[in-house]
Every structure is written in structure tokens, then in C-alpha cells.
């Protein structure tokens, strides 16, 4: 029993080896401070109170009250009397103070008190809350870290990198597609791009960000797609369509819907430019991935110099599929030719 009484009475205690300490929460310690000044107050009042009245009562002697005594002890207890009732103001102002503060916090003021780990709700029930940015979870998903994970590494499925393969999901936050990007940084076998209908994601960061990548000298993207991206400002097409220069792109894809047609005449010429900087898009040892660069405005399969090579395979009906290569008319096609 006696062993029972000091566990019960004792928080701090262990049972094999687990630290089983009880933390106050913060509501609880509010309410003990409030508690403490209350009973501080309490009693510093009725201390003012009891010196309040054993001045201003007459003490009674064999031969008289003290009222007939001396004039200069009325007057220190007429000023003895002045500063208690000053002091009992004061404390009434305090005991309303304490009484004000000792109302329920808010939401916000509990959250500025705990920072950021940790959070009552206005129910005052403890809820854990992460101080981690939202959807910071979904960096660690399997498929963004496999991605992720295979553009630093130079893995092979990433020469012809379809993001829809891997997430599947236009809503994709902006957090997800900063770590594709960051990972793309690094590559140097990527080819083939294709990062269209990301509109929660891909905003006007991230374009400039791919740009940036473009532009390396290690980056080997010639061929993009980079359509239905509609939460671009158009000074960021802008900047994107003039950094092409600076490039390996040769063909590509954007919705009109998105850029204008100067633009388009712009990239028109820069990407033709382009093509003179490099043969990846024409080289026949190259046409394994060649064949699987589709939804351009013009494919670099209908390349004339590549024809003898695709018959040669036994693929040259490539070139009359326009479910394939996703030209204009077909369920998925792009539209327009460069």
C-alpha cells in the first residue's frame, strides 16, 4: 500500500525504464498563475483592509478614546487611512487585471505562447499540429522519392521523362514539383521532357527554374512539352521564350492558350535555330528515343534523313499514326507544325 501511495502521488515515476513525466498543458498553467495572483491579491487586500479599519476606529482607554490624544497622531492616521484607501484602488484595478487575463485564450494567443509545434484548439483539447509546410508529405510519397532518386542517379527511364508516369495528379502542389526540379538540376541523360498539365504546381518559379536547367551546359533536354500550364504570368513567358537561345530545344510544345502567337513565332524560329547546335534529333543511333518524342508541334520522327532507318526497323507506319504521334486531329494531339 505504501509503495502504491508514492506512485500515485509521485508524476514523475518509471515503469520499466519509460518516462511517464505528466506536462501541464498550456491552459492548465494559465490558470495556475491565474490562481496564484488571485490568492496573492486576496490576501494582500484583506491585510489593507484589516490595517484600513484598526485606523479609522477610535481605540478605547480607561480615560478616553485616542481621538483626544496629541494632533499630531490624528494626522498620521488621517494619512495612514489616505494610503490604504490608495492601496485598495490599486488592488481592486490589479484584482480586475487578473480577472481579465484569466479569461480563455484564443487560438491565436495560445499559438504565439507555444510557437509553432505545438497547438490548442478553441475546444481546449490538445492537438498535435506539424510545423512542417502543408503537403511537405508529399515529397516523401514512394513515387516522387523513386523519381526523385532516379534523376540523380541517371537511371535510364529518365532519357524519356513522361512526369505523368510518376504523378499522376494536375493538382500537384508546388512543393512536389520544386523537388522534380531541384533533382533535374542534377541530371545530365535526360533528353526528352515532358511536364505539361501541372497548373497548381508549375507556376511562374518553376518555369524560370526549368529555364535555368535548360540552360545549363550539362543539360541535354532538346525535345519539351510543356503544355496546358495556364498560372503563368505572361511576362514569364516572355523571359522563357527569350532564354530558349540559350538552350539545347529543338522541338517542343505550349498551349496557344497560354502564350501568344508572337511568341510562338518566336520559339518557331529559336528552336529552328537550335537544331543546327546538335544532331540528338536527328542521329540514327539516337532513334530509340527520337521515336518516343510525340505531341510537338513537329515531331522529329518526320525527319526525311530518318526514314530509310525507320523502314529499315519496320516502324515507318510511325509516320502515318496520328494517334502515335499525337498530331492535330487526334484524341491527344498538339496543335499547329514547327
Keep these: 500500500n505504501t509503495a502504491t501511495n508514492d506512485i500515485s502521488m509521485n508524476s514523475n515515476w518509471n515503469y520499466h525504464g519509460m518516462n511517464t513525466t505528466i506536462q501541464p498543458t498550456a491552459a492548465e498553467l494559465v490558470k495556475s498563475r491565474n490562481r496564484k495572483a488571485s490568492r496573492k491579491i486576496k490576501k494582500k487586500k484583506r491585510m489593507l483592509q484589516e490595517?484600513?479599519?484598526?485606523?479609522?476606529?477610535?481605540?478605547?482607554?480607561?480615560?478616553?478614546?485616542?481621538?483626544?490624544?496629541?494632533?499630531?497622531?490624528n494626522v498620521v492616521s488621517k494619512k495612514?487611512?489616505?494610503?490604504?484607501?490608495?492601496?485598495?484602488?490599486?488592488?481592486s484595478e490589479e484584482a480586475k487585471r487578473v480577472k481579465k487575463e484569466a479569461k480563455a485564450l484564443t487560438s491565436a494567443e495560445i499559438k504565439a505562447i507555444l510557437g509553432d509545434d505545438e497547438y490548442i484548439s478553441p475546444t481546449s483539447e490538445w492537438v498535435r499540429r506539424s510545423s512542417r509546410q502543408p503537403?511537405?508529405?508529399?515529397?516523401?510519397?514512394p513515387n516522387v522519392r523513386s523519381l526523385t532518386g532516379k534523376l540523380r542517379d541517371n537511371d535510364a527511364d529518365m532519357v524519356v521523362l513522361k512526369l505523368k508516369k510518376y504523378i499522376n495528379d494536375p493538382d500537384t502542389p508546388k512543393l512536389v514539383l520544386d523537388a522534380v526540379l531541384d533533382a533535374l538540376?542534377?541530371?545530365?541523360?535526360?533528353?526528352?521532357?515532358?511536364?505539361?498539365?501541372?497548373?497548381?504546381?508549375?507556376?511562374?518559379?518553376?518555369?524560370?527554374?526549368?529555364?535555368?536547367?535548360?540552360?545549363?551546359?550539362?543539360?541535354?533536354?532538346?525535345?519539351?512539352?510543356?503544355?496546358?500550364?495556364?498560372?503563368?504570368?505572361?511576362?514569364t513567358w516572355k523571359a522563357f521564350t527569350r532564354g530558349l537561345k540559350k538552350t539545347k530545344v529543338t522541338h517542343m510544345y505550349a498551349s496557344e492558350h497560354t502564350i501568344t502567337s508572337e511568341m510562338k513565332d518566336s520559339i518557331r524560329n529559336t528552336i529552328r535555330r537550335n537544331r543546327q547546335k546538335h544532331d540528338m534529333h536527328v542521329n540514327p543511333?539516337?532513334?530509340?528515343?527520337?521515336?518516343?518524342?510525340?505531341?510537338?508541334?513537329?515531331?522529329?520522327?518526320?525527319?526525311?534523313?530518318?526514314?530509310?532507318f525507320l523502314q529499315k526497323r519496320g516502324i515507318d507506319y510511325i509516320l502515318f499514326d496520328k494517334e502515335v504521334q499525337g498530331l492535330q486531329g487526334s484524341t491527344s494531339g498538339a496543335k499547329g507544325a514547327i
Design 80 to 91: 495612514s487611512r489616505k494610503k490604504s484607501e490608495e492601496q485598495l484602488r490599486f488592488e
Design 135 to 141: 503537403c511537405r508529405s508529399a515529397i516523401n510519397a
Design 51 to 73: 490595517e484600513y479599519h484598526m485606523n479609522a476606529t477610535p481605540l478605547k482607554t480607561q480615560g478616553g478614546d485616542v481621538g483626544n490624544k496629541s494632533h499630531s497622531h
Design 285 to 308: 543511333d539516337n532513334l530509340d528515343v527520337i521515336i518516343q518524342c510525340t505531341h510537338c508541334w513537329w515531331n522529329p520522327v518526320n525527319a526525311k534523313s530518318l526514314r530509310p
Design 185 to 235: 538540376e542534377e541530371n545530365t541523360n535526360c533528353e526528352a521532357l515532358y511536364i505539361q498539365n501541372f497548373n497548381l504546381g508549375m507556376r511562374d518559379k518553376q518555369i524560370l527554374q526549368l529555364l535555368k536547367i535548360l540552360q545549363q551546359p550539362s543539360c541535354r533536354i532538346w525535345c519539351l512539352n510543356i503544355g496546358e500550364t495556364y498560372n503563368v504570368k505572361n511576362r
